[in-house]
């Protein structure tokens, strides 16, 4: 979790929105909009997990947590549960998409079906999410949207070409909607991720030895967790950053 000391007053209060925020990363900045007094909510498919997560952080944040649940590769339900999350606030005038599915795949089995389902859940919801957001974020004042992209793409990995493919657009996405919204008020910048040591990592694809040599290239020696992407999230969707739209942070240890 992100130090508590560390505080962002404009954003307590505030309507804060976010994606995949369940688990993993996303419960770590749910929590970590919570702890900084935010009206919080998030979607996820992942009922129980939710609910349990929802409940824990209501008993000791400022403002109720809401869970809302969808599937996000289906749009329509993407945008209704938005549509739901900012009724239930009130207002929205932060958005954090942090949904995504970084399953390996090899190249020679990838289908046309699994390609599509992976854009689906990696890219194609985060533009659709966000088009339904834009109603709340226009009316708020100094809104801004951070999007979770991954250094996957940086580094020639040869194991998950759709994901990759999907993050490398998620760049893209971030540039030219804080081009078309900027104008208005609205920031949208990206965080990139290195290899974050969460649980499901551990489970499906990190060992020892491979956790063991991605901090031997990191300039900071210690595995990366959920907690280090908390401040980074919060500054970016704060007035610390007002003057910031279009960027991409990159958030390794100094991998890159």
Wanted: aromatic content about 6%.
């Amino acid at each position: 979790m992100a130090d508590p000391f560390v505080q962002h007053p404009d954003l307590a209060g505030r309507g804060v929105l976010v994606t995949g925020g369940g688990s993993g990363i996303g419960a770590a900045l749910t929590a970590g909009f919570a702890a900084q007094g935010a009206r919080v909510a998030f979607i996820d498919i992942a009922e129980e997990p939710s609910r349990v997560l929802a409940e824990r952080l209501s008993r000791t944040s400022a403002n109720a947590v809401t869970y809302v649940k969808a599937d996000l590769k289906s749009v329509e339900q993407a945008q209704a549960a938005v549509r739901e999350a900012a009724s239930i606030l009130g207002s929205l005038s932060v958005l954090v998409n942090n949904a995504g599915w970084d399953d390996r795949h090899e190249v020679d089995a990838v289908t046309e079906d699994y390609w599509d389902e992976s854009q689906a859940v990696n890219l194609r919801q985060m533009f659709f999410v966000t088009q339904a957001a834009l109603p709340h974020l226009r009316q708020a004042n100094g809104s801004a949207v951070v999007n979770f992209s991954s250094i996957s793409y940086l580094l020639n990995m040869g194991d998950l070409p759709s994901y990759a493919a999907a993050k490398a657009g998620i760049v893209g996405l971030t540039k030219s909607l804080a081009g078309r919204l900027g104008p208005e008020g609205i920031r949208v910048n990206a965080i990139l991720p290195g290899m974050i040591v969460t649980e499901r990592q551990k489970r499906l694809w990190l060992t020892e030895e491979s956790i063991a040599a991605t901090v031997d290239r990191q300039c900071l020696k210690r595995p990366l967790t959920e907690a280090d992407l908390v401040g980074p999230c919060l500054f970016l969707a704060s007035s610390a950053s007002a003057g910031m739209t279009a960027q991409t942070m990159i958030i390794d240890g100094g991998l890159l």
